[in-house]
T-cell receptor, first 115, second 112 residues
């Protein structure tokens, strides 16, 4: 079974440009999460989808960030316009809706650098 | 105050050493406690998780939770160079379906 995949693995853009990150969760996982790690800091939650609905978006830093999950499959996270402080590693995770003992499976991350 | 505190290290030990990694947390609502391992340029992968207080052992790894002190530990026995990675503690508030709160991670190097 394929794990969580993310694309691209790296992105280097200039301040003011737009970047779109993509996450493909494990097949059948209704729950999809976005997290971000800024250099030197802990991994921080951004938002949580259940199927195509946003369950919790309290971690989104501002309205320059837009997440979508059309059809409840893959998700995209768009940053527009990008700022220097948006640099970091963006992780996606997915989880089944099953038992309470299940956990979140993480993708390899997208490393975003804003110059 | 951060929800989860973890000393980032780095920690460097010889092969065969016993390693102790620790986190403290501030919120009594945390019931599940997880340890993730992250190799360089990879995503975090779940290593162990425990529910409530007590110990849990899995091979060379032991996870320990002391809810009275809000303190969790991960012990690695007979450490190997392949254990070199960043170890992150994480916990959801309430259900395991919810967001995870992470510590900063401790970078461990085990040298041969």
């Amino acid at each position: 079974e394929a794990g969580v995949t993310q694309f691209p693995s790296h992105s280097v853009i200039e301040k003011g440009q737009t970047v779109t990150l993509r996450c493909d969760p494990i097949s059948g996982h209704d729950n999809l999460y976005w997290y971000r790690r800024v250099m030197g800091k802990e991994i921080k939650f951004l938002l949580h989808f259940v199927k195509e609905s946003k369950q919790d978006e309290s971690g989104m830093p501002n309205n320059r960030f837009l997440a979508e999950r059309t059809g409840g499959t893959y998700s995209t996270l768009k940053v527009q316009p990008a700022e220097l402080e948006d640099s970091g590693v963006y992780f996606c995770a997915s989880r089944s809706q099953g038992s309470g003992t299940d956990t979140q499976y993480f993708g390899p991350g997208t490393r975003l650098t804003v110059l | 105050q951060k929800e989860v505190e973890q000393d980032p290290g780095p920690l460097s030990v010889p092969e065969g050493a016993i390693v102790s990694l620790n986190c403290t947390y501030s919120n009594s609502a945390f019931q599940y406690f997880m340890w993730y391992r992250q190799y360089s340029r990879k995503g975090p992968e779940l290593l162990m998780y425990t529910y409530s207080s007590g110990n849990k052992e899995d091979g060379r790894f032991t996870a320990q939770v002391d809810k009275s002190s809000k303190y969790i530990s991960l012990f690695i026995r007979d450490s190997q160079p392949s254990d070199s990675a960043t170890y992150l503690c994480a916990m959801p508030r309430g259900s395991t379906l919810g967001r995870l709160y992470f510590g900063r991670g401790t970078q461990l190097t085990v040298w041969p």
